[in-house]
């Protein structure tokens, strides 16, 4: 097993316990602004990715992510989390260390996922989360930097009124909470540096209200 093959195990790992403690928190925020199936959703999805990288090669946890997201996944969150883990993917195949695979595939994540959906930073969306992230990484080239960047950005994202997606129908009725997905964009960012051997930042306390 490589460096990268064992930080992608640990950062599904890391992920699916973030998740699994925060599960009622993202029901929560859904049934605010959307349908409250995204804790549901992103659960699943992640117990999915988990039972096929069980029986996969080291090298293909990524995908593993990427094709549980795409084929197993509803909401409009699946396919978009899909296309993120599948760029992910691709750019560990040709990275030397684990900043730079997280570093290029959501960055190339980004992009799939502004094509198929158009959401733009301030539209109350992942976007708001992803996008901070992978400038950290531009910018500063460790995840430590992304998660506190995504932590911020989905925090922010309480103070914004939807323009795409289900919560766009319900108005001002979300603001003051954070966009469920942009909070679980968040913690795939801590996983990723807790995966490297960080604690996570400050900034997650406040998103998830356990400091
Ligand atoms: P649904 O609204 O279909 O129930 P989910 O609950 O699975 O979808 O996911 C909701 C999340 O999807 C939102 O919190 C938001 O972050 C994200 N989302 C919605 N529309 C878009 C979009 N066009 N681009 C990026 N993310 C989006
Ligand atoms: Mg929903």
Redesign the pocket.
């Known amino acids: 097993m490589t460096d990268l093959d064992a930080f992608a195990r640990a950062s599904l790992d890391g992920y699916l316990a973030l998740v699994r403690e925060h599960e009622s928190t993202l029901t929560a ?2 049934e605010q ?6 804790g549901h ?2 659960s699943h999805g992640l117990e999915r990715a988990a039972s096929r990288a069980a029986g996969a090669p080291d090298s293909e946890v990524w995908r593993s992510l990427a094709t549980a997201f795409l084929d197993e ?6 396919p ?1 989390f899909g296309l993120l883990f599948q760029a992910i993917a691709r750019a560990a195949d040709h990275a030397s260390t684990p900043a730079e695979a997280i570093g290029n595939g959501s960055r190339d994540g980004l992009a799939a ?2 094509r ?4 733009q930073v301030g ?6 989360a992803l996008q901070p992230a992978v400038d950290a990484l531009a910018a500063e080239g460790d995840l430590d930097s992304a998660a506190d960047a995504a932590c911020r950005g989905a925090a922010d994202t309480a103070r914004l009124r ?1 323009r ?4 766009s129908y319900v108005g001002e009725r979300a603001v003051g909470h954070p ?4 909070v ?2 968040a913690m795939l960012f801590v996983a990723c540096a807790q995966a490297t051997g960080s604690e996570p930042p400050g900034a997650f306390g406040e998103l998830t209200g356990s400091r």
């Open positions: 925020l859904d602004s959307g349908d409250g199936d995204f959703n992103l996944v509803g909401g409009t969150s699946g978009l996922v502004q198929v959906g158009e959401a539209d109350r969306t992942l976007v708001d939807a795409m997606g289900r919560a966009d469920p997905g942009a679980g964009i």
